[in-house]
Every structure is written in C-alpha cells, then in structure tokens.
C-alpha cells in the first residue's frame, strides 16, 4: 500500500511542483530532489526491493547525476534540471533509464520548439500581470526544462518495474 501511494500519488506530485516551480521561476528547490531521492529509500523498503536491484537503481541515479552536471557545465540545463534528472533516474532504474533520458528530451524538444515560437508572439494583456509569464517570454531566459523531465517520467511511469512492483505490492 505505501509503495503503490508513493509511486501512484506522492512521485507525481513532487514531479508536478518541480515542473511547476520550474515554470514560475526557473529554479528547481532542493528540498524536491531530496524528497524525492529520500522517499526513494522509503519505497525500496516497502516494494522489498533486493540489495542488487538497489544497486542497479544507485547506479541510474548516479549515471543521472553525472549526465545531468555534464550537461549543467555545458549550458544546456540548469543544476536543479540536473539534479530533478539523477533523481527521477534514482527512481526508474538503470534498465529505465535510457528510455527515460530519450523520451525526456524529445519532451524538451518539443517544449524548447514551443517556448521559442511562443516568444515570438505578444504577450495577451490579461497575462501582462504575472511575472512567471514575462520571464518565460523573455528571449534572455532559458527553457524551464524541469517540465520535460516530468512529463518524461510521467509518460513512461506505466511501463516502468517500479510501477509493476507498486502495483504488486
């Protein structure tokens, strides 16, 4: 019951105040990529996951966390983009994880395709109000990148083994 609350409920709901926070200021808090690489260990105790299948999960975090700061060094994500990547990494595992990583970036792909096209148009009146907005449609900000990130994880989340142990358990 608890590993099927933490996978179904609590990880998409610290999947959607990342992708939101992102959104509004382009920064991610720390205290969601610890709470998610935290209640991580809860779930692995509840599914009764094996020491060798944490292990793989560890290895995906960590593969997760040095992708993510390669691209952080290289411009191209932020450093809470990087660590939301390594902790949703964490969570699939390493058999996951490149279809994650892939699905991923198609999402910013497309997110960046969009963002981009949307700073060409003005501004509606009605949303002049809202500095999220302003930010978001200033051609000097970045891309919210933490927004693909979570729909990566939330469009391959049917079909990963931690949703199947979840949903065993």
């Not at 003005?122 to 051609?139: Q, T």
């Not at 693909?148 to 391959?156: C, E, H, K, Q, S």
């Given at each position: 019951?608890?590993a099927?609350?933490?996978?179904?409920?609590?990880?998409?709901?610290l999947?959607?105040?990342?992708?939101?926070w992102?959104?509004?200021?382009?920064?991610?808090?720390?205290?969601?990529?610890?709470?998610?690489?935290?209640?991580?260990?809860?779930?692995?105790?509840?599914?009764?996951?094996?020491?060798?299948?944490?292990?793989?999960?560890?290895?995906?975090?960590?593969?997760?966390?040095?992708?993510?700061?390669?691209?952080?060094?290289?411009?191209?994500?932020?450093?809470?983009d990087a660590?939301?990547?390594?902790?949703?990494?964490?969570?699939?595992?390493?058999?996951?994880?490149?279809?994650?990583?892939?699905?991923?970036?198609?999402f910013?792909?497309?997110?960046?395709?969009?963002?981009?096209?949307?700073?060409?148009?003005?501004?509606?009146?009605?949303l002049?109000?809202?500095?999220?907005?302003?930010?978001?449609?200033?051609?000097?900000?970045?891309?919210?990148?933490?927004?693909?990130?979570?729909?990566?994880?939330?469009?391959?989340?049917?079909?990963?083994?931690?949703?199947?142990?979840?949903?065993g358990?």
């Amino acid at each position: 019951m608890l590993a099927e609350a933490l996978v179904l409920v609590i990880l998409p709901l610290l999947l959607i105040a990342a992708a939101g926070w992102d959104i509004a200021s382009f920064t991610i808090p720390n205290f969601l990529t610890a709470a998610l690489t935290l209640l991580f260990a809860v779930f692995a105790v509840a599914a009764g996951l094996s020491w060798a299948a944490i292990g793989w999960h560890l290895l995906a975090g960590g593969i997760g966390l040095t992708v993510g700061f390669i691209l952080f060094a290289l411009g191209y994500v932020g450093g809470g983009d990087a660590k939301l990547f390594a902790a949703v990494a964490l969570w699939l595992g390493f058999g996951d994880l490149l279809p994650y990583a892939l699905i991923a970036s198609a999402f910013g792909g497309v997110l960046t395709l969009a963002v981009l096209m949307a700073r060409k148009w003005l501004i509606p009146v009605w949303l002049l109000r809202y500095p999220w907005v302003l930010k978001l449609h200033d051609s000097k900000s970045g891309i919210p990148y933490g927004v693909a990130l979570a729909a990566g994880a939330f469009f391959l989340l049917p079909d990963t083994e931690i949703f199947r142990l979840a949903a065993g358990a």
